[in-house]
């Protein structure tokens, strides 16, 4: 049983100066021929239960409360969602009206992008909204009673000083939400940001800055009653992100949408990207899949180990024993070699990254690279 649907909105408003996601500007596009070709690639789902759906970009509140009525109503008809149901959404787009409209099709949860409040550092990142916004935002939610937010935020900004992250902690302090995502700023080819990077126009912090940000931004947010449960996300506690746990305990789920994946029965499968290119795979054919790639049983281990271990508690090793056999006999050295070397530790059935061995996360996973 899958218990996890993701659906991509490719569309924003604004197009911001680090974003390498699949999305486009909004003006001019065919919304609603591409929420034709959506909604038939969600009709062409047989399973009509899930445990929970999360609605991405893009901005899904690029979308009008028209569109997003319509979206939502055919959700509804088609899946019964017995656990969460989050949307992603832009502080400035996410009206009183809009809001009523995912509210009355049961969403219960809202994933906000703050990135930060400094109003200077959100027009260098090109946001849309401005400070104030986000406090509107959080005042809409609050009025109908929507109060299972996470603030989604960025670290390591051009120009960005640990005073900003003591604003960032004060604001998340005063305003309680139940999920922070915490993201250190990465530089991604064919945005605004590289380019600036490589005519010298811009620098960002070199990775000593970085990792004392990092562990400031996880210090911070665990005196304030946040523990990180992943690389970058934190939660009081039950308000982890259940859908995106899914992607980490390496479980199935669909994706639906211009440039999504899905992860079923071994198999995963990429969609056309261009919007163009999706609608009229769709009307052509019914088929949107561009790409599948079947895992081997190396693959699927060595991603089970690379994804668990990025949430606090880990990999569970039962539960990797009931998928592919024993660990112990796959990765019996790998775990010897890395609990020596203090990166690694093992606790009540799990095997998980110390604090010293998330610093240098990427070198463990690739010692779980096998021949
Ligand atoms: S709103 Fe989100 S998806 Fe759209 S450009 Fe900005 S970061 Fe990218």
Known sequence: MTESL?????????????????????????????????????EGIEQTNFRTVFVG????????EAQLDRLLTVINNRFDITEEFTFEANPD??????????NTHGVNRVSLGVQ????????????????????NAIDHMEKIGL?????DLMYNLPGETMDDLDDSLSHIASLKPKHV???????????????????????????????RKYLYVIDGLDALGYPQYEISNFSMPQYESEHNKTYWKNEPYYGVGAGSHGYIDGTRYYNIKPVNHYIEAMRESGNVVKEK?????????????????RMNKGVDMARFGQKYGPIED??????????????????????????????????????????
């Open 6 to 42: 993701y659906i991509h909105i490719p569309f924003c408003n604004r197009i911001c100066t680090y974003c390498d996601f699949n999305k486009v500007l909004i003006k001019n596009q065919p919304v609603d021929q591409y929420l034709d070709a959506l909604i038939a690639e969600l």
């Open 57 to 64: 970009g893009g901005t899904p509140t690029a979308l009008t």
């Open 93 to 102: 787009e996410l009206t009183p009206g809009k809001l009523d409209v995912l």
């Open 116 to 135: 930060t409040f400094n109003e200077d550092l959100l027009k260098v990142l090109g946001r849309s909204h401005g400070y104030r916004d986000i406090f």
């Open 147 to 151: 109060n299972n937010y996470s603030l």
């Open 181 to 211: 995502s915490w993201y250190s700023l990465i530089i991604e080819p064919h945005t605004v940001f590289y380019n600036q990077i490589k005519k010298g126009k811009m620098t960002v912090d070199d990775d000593d800055v970085e990792a």
């Open 293 to 309: 790639i079947i895992l081997e049983k190396k693959a699927q281990m060595e991603e089970e180990m690379f994804l668990g271990l």
């Open 330 to 371: 796959v990765y019996g050295e790998v775990l010897a070699r890395q609990i020596a070397a203090g990166h690694l530790e093992q606790h009540s059935g799990y095997v998980s990254l110390t604090q010293k061995g998330r610093l240098v996360g990427n070198t463990v996973f690739m010692d779980f690279l096998l021949d």
